[in-house]
């Protein structure tokens, strides 16, 4: 029973870390929470490792499909970095019942803002890019927070703010923050694995069935309109943070 969780829970991660470029955290946070009955710091752990180990394969399908400004990815990664470490800092001193919280009000928020912003195009997007460097750097930053305090990746804060600040399509925002998705993880998976709130058993098994889900979602991030991926970030989101009202 135990490898047939880690291999649904790692796909279903997987494919939405894939399609979405959110590391899959807003759902493997939830659903680690209730298949495998861990602590919500636990959880968090877990879930940054197995996001590590699923987002190489979305940032190498995203970068074959010229979806990726590695520019941007590397101000976002260095800043993200430092966030990561302060919010892994900040889960030890919390009580779950605060960093639970935040969770929730994080993604449910982000989730209604996509869903009511408009659309943006390629017009002017290298200008945009260039100009947009040192605001990648409070972007990161600010996810890499989120990440090491939720475990949900970093990029449930990144990609809405590089949409809604930077004006970037939803595309090469999702293929852009899958790459410090990547190294946020790995960093705040490390931050936690010191500490010991990580299950590197479930984190390994689970994170190699993501692999074959994030590879297929981001073959489908690519073909799918700019509007649906922008709504069903939005809803994932929103359902993702409300479902961890109904746990105790």
Known sequence: MFLVKSLLIGIVAGFICGLLGIGGGSILVPLLFYFFSLSIKRTI??????ITISSISGVFTHWKGKQVYFKLSFFIVISGIFGTQI???LTSILSENIVKIFFILVVVILGIKMWKDPPYD????KERKEFAIWKSLIIGFSGGVVSGLCG???AILVTPLMYIFL???INICIGTTLV??????LSGSIAYMVRKLTEI?????TGISSILGAYY????SLKLPRKTLRRIFSIVLIVGGISMLFKR
């Open 45 to 50: 752990g877990t879930s940054l490792l197995i």
């Open 87 to 89: 919010g892994a800092y």
């Open 122 to 125: 390629e017009k002017d997007l």
């Open 152 to 154: 949900v990746g970093g």
């Open 167 to 169: 004006k970037i399509p």
């Open 180 to 185: 410090g998705v990547f190294f946020n993880s």
């Open 201 to 205: 058993k479930i984190g390994i098994f």
């Open 217 to 220: 979602g981001a073959r489908l």
